[in-house]
């Protein structure tokens, strides 16, 4: 019998180790499996189940015509008898909101064939169903998906925080490749998608909407189920025809951002939908249908490719095309950023469905071998240190530099030197001549004085000092190139005193003085 797939761990083990044992190193995908119960159209139709759980972590498969067995392994595998809250529980979700509420990314997206029970694991029975049980009618406690359980858990977590936390919600679907916002206030209308190097992949003009209690938020999911598109076909009655995203901003302000203008700093929690791969003639899809199963379909072959490639190690230090669709853009940060990703793969049991299952289960081998390396963004107050640090030491290398020179000056040219101080000229260079010989026009570049043995050593000019050599053209002021006779060693440098008992005139710009260079002897 072969098999596939080898986690190391459950994800509700593997995440209880915390932020501070998973930032920096690489964390695989976690991956749970859900089988869903036979439906009454295949037993009526007298299908046979070709799936079979060995255990907790482990799936059987037994294609019908006796083929060879193969067996997958899982970090979670729950058959069609599991609850709606045993999901909840086997998915470790409470943990990656606890390491949301801490800074960091986390997603939880739910991947598999059309009618495999992916929506109903997140959100419990879709709308069109209750629609049809009766209007208004409530999803009831113990068929409340992830995402309504997540909700409940956040907000209960949330009260008991010493400190305040702001959340705010978004929810968008991705349907013929264009992005709509399903709680715009108007109407829906396709908006872009830009990169920045500090954002990376985000959707320009998102409605993000701040609530405070979980009624709130029912409401907004409420509003994005009822907006999405949804179709009808052989294989489900309420198939979702795009990729829904819902995500939750939580921001927890424990000091004073920096600057004013920038946000609090915290985590993510977001929800992935994927719409369901088909097969256009298993379907029956016509017309409009079949356009959007194509969409749908090109989308996840270009997630596929991209799952594939990251588990090159060389083609992933490369380049990834995340760029070839809008879902790869926007789960670019989830598959190989800096956030902790969980994948909810559903199958269908049936004999019929078995070569869509056996590439969702191959999809799904695959991603659980794609790693992350989860980091919590850094406060603007924690990047301050380092660049005060910097500052701080070139501060006190200066002080330094003064005080040696302050060590050198002769007593007797001190009223000079408080003389120039008084005018505001600064302590940047300091000189032991009191009385230097007066300054000498030195063509029209400036002015100059004579050095030892008659070497003019420098001109003066508004931009800067700069050295030259006895009747020769002026090095420029803004390119510092040795001139004839001069070597690299000798040329002017910063941070530096001038040398020469007559070489510095009684008055010196202030930016002269702070920045000074060394003149040969």
């Not at 799936?59 to 015509?65: A, D, I, K, Y």
Request: charged share 20%; with cysteine.
């Amino acid at each position: 019998m072969e098999k596939r797939g080898s986690p190391d761990g459950d994800p509700a083990r593997s995440l209880e180790q915390g932020p501070e044992g998973l930032e920096g190193p690489e964390t695989p995908i976690q991956v749970v499996l859900r089988v869903r119960p036979m439906s009454a159209a295949e037993l009526r139709r007298g299908e046979q189940s070709a799936l079979h759980c060995s255990g907790t972590r482990t799936l059987q498969v037994s294609p019908p015509g006796g083929g060879p067995d193969v067996a997958f392994r899982f970090g979670a595998v729950l058959d069609g008898a599991r609850s709606q809250e045993d999901v909840f529980r086997a998915c470790g979700v409470r943990r990656l909101g606890e390491l949301a509420l801490r800074g960091f990314s986390c997603t939880v997206f739910t991947f598999g064939q059309t009618g495999s029970g992916k929506t109903y694991t997140l959100t419990g029975p879709p709308p069109q169903v209750r629609r049809a049980q009766g209007e208004g009618v409530p999803v009831p406690p113990n068929l409340a998906g992830i995402m309504q359980r997540t909700f409940a858990w956040l907000l209960d977590r949330v009260q008991h925080l010493g400190a305040p936390v702001t959340l705010r919600a978004s929810y968008l679907e991705i349907y013929n490749e264009q992005v709509r916002d399903l709680l715009s206030l108007g109407s829906a209308r396709p908006l872009p998608v830009r990169w920045n190097k500090t954002r990376g992949f985000y959707v320009e003009q998102l409605r993000v909407v701040e609530f405070g209690s979980l009624g709130a938020l029912m409401e907004l999911l409420q509003m994005g189920l009822s907006r999405r598109r949804s179709s009808a076909h052989t294989l489900n009655q309420a198939s979702s025809r795009s990729h829904a995203l819902l995500t939750l901003y939580i921001s927890r302000q424990t000091m004073p951002p920096a600057d004013p203008g920038e946000p609090p700093v915290g985590g993510k929690l977001c929800f992935v939908d994927l719409a369901g791969s088909e097969k256009v003639a298993a379907t029956g899809s016509r017309g409009e249908l079949m356009l959007e199963a194509n969409s749908i379909n090109r989308s996840l072959l270009a997630l596929g490719h991209c799952i594939s490639l990251l588990l090159d190690p060389q083609r992933r230090q490369s380049h990834i095309p995340f760029r070839d669709s809008k879902l790869t853009k926007l789960l670019a940060d989830s598959l190989g950023g800096r956030g902790l990703t969980l994948m909810v793969a559903c199958v269908s049991p049936s004999a019929q469905c078995l070569p869509e299952t056996l590439s969702t289960l191959r999809y799904a081998s695959r991603a659980q071998r794609v790693t992350t390396r989860p980091q919590a963004p850094k406060s603007p107050v924690a990047k301050q240190p380092p660049r005060l640090e910097i500052e701080m030491l070139q501060l006190q290398e200066e002080n330094r530099c003064l005080r040696a020179q302050l060590g050198q000056i002769d007593p007797k040219g001190m009223s000079s030197l408080e003389a120039g101080v008084g005018r505001g000229e600064g302590l940047g260079l300091l000189w032991t001549q009191p009385s230097p010989p007066p300054l000498q026009p030195q063509g029209s570049v400036g002015l100059g004085w004579p050095g030892p043995s008659g070497i003019s050593m420098g001109c003066y000019r508004s931009s800067c000092w700069r050295t030259r050599g006895s009747g020769r053209k002026r090095a420029s002021c803004r390119v510092a190139r040795p001139g004839p006779g001069m070597n690299s060693a000798s040329w002017p440098s910063r941070s530096t005193s001038w040398s020469g008992a007559s070489s510095v005139p009684a008055t010196v710009p202030s930016h002269a003085l702070a920045r000074p260079h060394r003149v040969p002897v």
